[in-house]
């Protein structure tokens, strides 16, 4: 797909999220989208789970596209949160396996523009502290120390809101509660992404030598839905 720059510095994200989340929406036909069915994750009951290998066979077949760019487009669809996983979490990525999946909430949809507030992230984050007694990923203990003193105005605000959660979640059956956390996960992966992740939400124009002309590199969809 070819842009031609108009002195635009980033590449226009709405109208691409857009085609994606009509994708989306067609996956979720309850007729002709992708098959979901109830699946024992780690001991719950998943409802409307899928498998990585039907939602590549579904996109290939809706697309009329190879395998090779169906996955470029089920991994945009990962990263970008539409999607998560419910086995691996931390890898935002469709693996073309029997690997579980589930349709995240439009809440969490990235055209929502909700903002990925500090506090937001800070009551995440103490939440996640608290179920796992202090035992929390290396970058997210930096994060937590870092908004800690950032905002730590309302600390007590933060923990409070972070105990209430926890105490609410612990009143779900076993599998909201297992598919919330991997919602949060997915979300928070996507909006604050560890370090030695690319940011998806904040990539912009490829630079070339020629200001008129930019070469898209990455896997997009153009007017017509076939993947260049």
């Not at 635009?8 to 989340?21: D, N």
């Not at 409307?48 to 077949?61: E, F, R, Y």
């Amino acid at each position: 797909m070819t842009i031609r720059h108009q002195g635009q510095q980033y590449r226009p994200r709405m109208a691409f999220l857009r085609k994606i989340e009509a994708l989306v929406k067609d996956m979720q036909d309850p007729e002709m989208g992708v098959r979901v069915q109830s699946q024992k994750v780690t001991a719950v009951s998943a409802p409307h789970a899928m498998t990585g290998s039907d939602v590549l066979q579904w996109i290939s077949q809706r697309l009329w596209v190879s395998s090779l760019e169906a996955q470029n487009l089920g991994n945009f669809i990962v990263k970008y949160g539409y999607i998560y996983p419910l086995q691996d979490p931390k890898n935002l990525v469709l693996k073309p396996d029997g690997s579980l999946y589930q349709f995240q909430t439009p809440y969490f949809w990235p055209t929502q523009q909700w903002p990925a507030e500090d506090t937001d992230y800070a009551i995440y984050l103490a939440k996640r502290n608290i179920k796992k007694k202090g035992i929390l990923e290396e970058y997210e203990k930096e994060n937590y120390n870092f908004l800690n003193r950032k905002i730590n105005y309302k600390w007590e605000f933060v923990i409070m809101q972070a105990q209430e959660q926890h105490r609410a979640g612990k009143e779900r059956n076993k599998a909201d509660r297992y598919a919330l956390d991997c919602q949060e996960k997915a979300y928070w992966l996507v909006h604050r992404c560890p370090p030695g992740m690319n940011d998806v939400l904040d990539y912009g124009l490829d630079r070339v030598t020629n200001p008129n002309e930019v070469q898209v590199k990455q896997a997009t969809i153009d007017d017509g839905w076939p993947i260049s």
